[in-house]
């Protein structure tokens, strides 16, 4: 994906989590949020459906000949598509007309995302983007995001209802700094990129007094943006 592709999609991580924090108070948002995401599945779910009963239809009008000619899908592939449409369908159904009862789940499923999202920046920042170092301070995002995720999962008074705007809060910081994360991180490269094509010498060389090559790499803190 592009440069252009992961800032829009920091961007509207960004505003979720904007708007997270701004309905925190709301008694219903948590259900709202259920809804939504059951309508989500549904209309998927349902379009899938009504593609697969028209290429059922056709099928069927095809003689023997055009069924050889034409590729079809086997029996599996359309028994997966039969059953993932409808599981999408009744979960979702579920989901708009029980959201009490994925209240609890949803909580689980914040929490297990934003610890995927806090190594993932660990992992980038540490040796995935390298030669860029970043300085020390820098780390606290990434730890911040699996701290908020261990909070969610393993706090028990957060399953209460009374907690929900907690829940929503922390949901809606840490989707703010995963995306502030990111944004250093966009940084840190295009900084360093800057500096290396000014100095070209900077990138790792061989010494020729020693046998050894040498990594010159430029901490963040010594990027000029």
Not at 85 to 104: D, H, K, N, Y
Request: charged residues 15%.
């Amino acid at each position: 994906m592009k440069q252009s592709g992961f800032t829009i999609i920091n961007l509207i991580i960004l505003g979720i989590g904007i708007l997270f924090i701004a309905a925190c108070r709301r008694p219903d948002f948590l259900h709202a949020l259920v809804f939504f995401t059951g309508i989500a599945f549904i209309i998927p779910g349902v379009i899938n459906i009504f593609s697969l009963l028209l290429s059922e239809g056709k099928k069927d009008k095809y003689d023997e000949k055009d069924r050889r000619d034409r590729p079809t899908q086997s029996v599996w592939a359309r028994f997966a598509g039969w059953t993932v449409s409808i599981a999408a369908v009744v979960l979702g159904a579920m989901m708009c007309f029980t959201p009490e009862t994925f209240r609890t789940p949803l909580i689980y499923i914040f929490a297990i995302f934003i610890f995927i999202g806090g190594i993932y920046h660990l992992y980038m920042m540490a040796r995935g983007l390298r030669p860029v170092a970043f300085d020390l301070w820098t780390y606290i995002f990434p730890a911040a995001l699996i701290a908020i995720a261990c909070v969610l999962f393993f706090l028990p008074a957060l399953r209460r209802p009374e907690s929900q705007t907690t829940v929503v809060l922390l949901t809606g910081i840490s989707m703010i700094i995963f995306a502030v994360t990111s944004f250093f991180e966009s940084v840190g490269i295009r900084a360093y990129n800057k500096r290396t094509a000014a100095l070209p010498s900077t990138r790792t060389t061989t010494d020729t007094h020693a046998d050894t090559p040498t990594d010159h790499t430029l901490p963040l803190s010594l990027i000029h943006i």
